[in-house]
């Protein structure tokens, strides 16, 4: 059954009332940078860059420490304050991860907030990035755990919820959310955000499936505008304190100012810049949305690494 406009109206009204409780005017924007992609082990059937599927997307290995010092520049220079060095895998292993270390270091001399994506980390792993200046860890647990066996049968939830939990243990900032519109249930949708409760993380990305020709995913329709706003407002109920991200999907979805909506259905936070495989827009009007909608910009103070 459709909801009443009315109660959708109270019910986004409520959220955004809950983000300004939390976070006041402040707007939190990060960028990422895909410092390691394609060949991935793992068959996450919506992503362009497991080794299962044909997409076409870029194939590297972990780029030089310069080209990721450049692009961390540029993220500073459109505003974000949290800056995420991606990589695609698994786990990181050893040579991987000291590239990483050297991406991390250089990244850090920009004075952002440097945040590593870089598969499931066991605490030696996160020791070393954070010694080299990593403040925070991105980990998705991409959906509820009864729906994940349908979208990665490569590895188990437990995998990703013990990196999720071993992060938590290291004290970094942990950042972990999903992706929408795989085809998941509202009960899946919750079962994922009362999981992330749970795991008390600090920092929620909310991804909406743009789908990649050549996954399975291919012909999945898109979510409309009204279901990605329920969806964050249903986050922001059951995680009131927790920064929810904005990152893949909402050029898509959201194109010109209606992107502003979804400040207003308790996002407290959006990805500035590209997307991982895809172009995104630029940061410009993200700045305009925020001024017209009375926010600002979220200043992440960084300790010397
Ligand atoms: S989502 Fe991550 S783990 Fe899954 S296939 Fe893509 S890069 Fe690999």
Redesign the pocket.
Known sequence: MDPDPERLHEFFGYAMRLRERAFGRRIGLCAIASAKSGC?????S???????YDTGAPEFDVVEPGAIAEQAKQAAESGASRFGIVA???SPESKELDALVAAVRAARETGLSVDVSV?CLDARKIRELKAAGATGVHH?L?TGPNFFPSI?T??DYEDDIAAVRTAKQSGVYVCSGGIFGLGERWEDRLELALTLRALDVDSVPINFLMPVPGTPLENQPMLSQEEALRIVALFRFVLPKAHLRIAGGRHAIFPGADRRRLYAAGASGVMVGDY?TRAGAPAAEDAEDLTAMGLEPEKVTVEAA
């Open positions: 991935c082990s793992e068959d996450c919506f992503c362009a860059q497991s080794m299962y695609s895998g698994f598969g998705n991409e990665c490569t590895h991982l």
